[in-house]
């Protein structure tokens, strides 16, 4: 089977950097579009898998050109909770007005964004933990909140001829290193489904996060096209 292309957004923090080493550790070919791409770790940046494209959010000709080289696009871009003066529009306009003509213009159907419980599906169900979750992030950041709800109504509204997937995740923990990457990404099974549900947990370490976005990537999830999963560690696994 031809394993796709995957073009990663947000791939040079932590969890950026899980993904590439999942992708890269099963023999994907992978686009890494970077505005720093020296925080790429040198063991994965000379990977002849591995392509870095230099760009910004802003600069829509370099990020064409990554889209175009690929058949499946995994965002992990996402606001900070530290940074108070952020723009909650950014983000939201750079899938509306930059990603998905790049994705049309391109072919590229498929996409995975990152997403957090902020969001809220109607068929999740009422949790203990979610209110006092989601009141703290607008306490502590607004702009993070209102980007997260932006991005969510952005895909709902904007990408209706795009099979995308929003992934809500909660607590990420882990590192990044090769060996933190190889413990953590055997760390139990992957819960999908909605808030609520049985299984469902607040937290999954970032190698495993990305051990199962991989899977999806290859397997497609087609169950879950314009749809916003949690994916949490599953409980008691």
């Not at 394993?3 to 957004?9: A, D, G, K, Q, R």
């Amino acid at each position: 089977m031809s394993l796709p292309t995957v073009l990663v957004l947000g791939g040079t923090g932590p969890a950026g950097i899980c993904l590439l080493r999942e992708l890269l550790h099963r023999k994907h070919k992978v686009v890494a579009y970077a505005k720093t791409p020296s925080k790429v770790p040198e063991d994965l940046a000379a990977d002849p898998l591995l392509e870095i494209v230099k760009g910004e959010l802003s600069n829509n000709q370099a990020l064409a050109t990554a889209v175009a080289k690929c058949g499946v696009v995994v965002s992990l871009l996402g606001p900070q909770l530290s940074d108070k003066s952020m723009d909650p529009s950014v983000l939201p306009r750079f899938y509306k007005s930059s990603l998905f003509p790049a994705m049309r213009q391109h072919g590229v159907k498929r996409v995975f964004a990152m997403g957090t419980l902020s969001i809220v599906s109607p068929e999740d169900s009422w949790s203990i933990l979610l209110p006092a979750m989601v009141m703290f992030v607008r306490l502590l950041s607004s702009g993070t909140y209102r980007t997260i709800i932006g991005i969510g109504e952005t895909f709902e509204n904007e990408a209706k001829d795009l099979d995308w997937t929003i992934f809500h995740i909660a607590g990420i923990p882990g590192e990044s290193d090769n060996k933190s990457w190889a413990r953590d990404r055997e760390d139990g099974k992957t819960f999908v489904g909605w808030i609520g549900e049985k299984g469902h947990t607040y937290s999954q370490k970032r190698a495993a996060l990305s051990r199962w976005l991989v899977n999806a990537v290859e397997g497609g999830l087609q169950d879950w096209v314009r749809k916003m999963p949690a994916v949490s560690k599953l409980s008691g696994s």
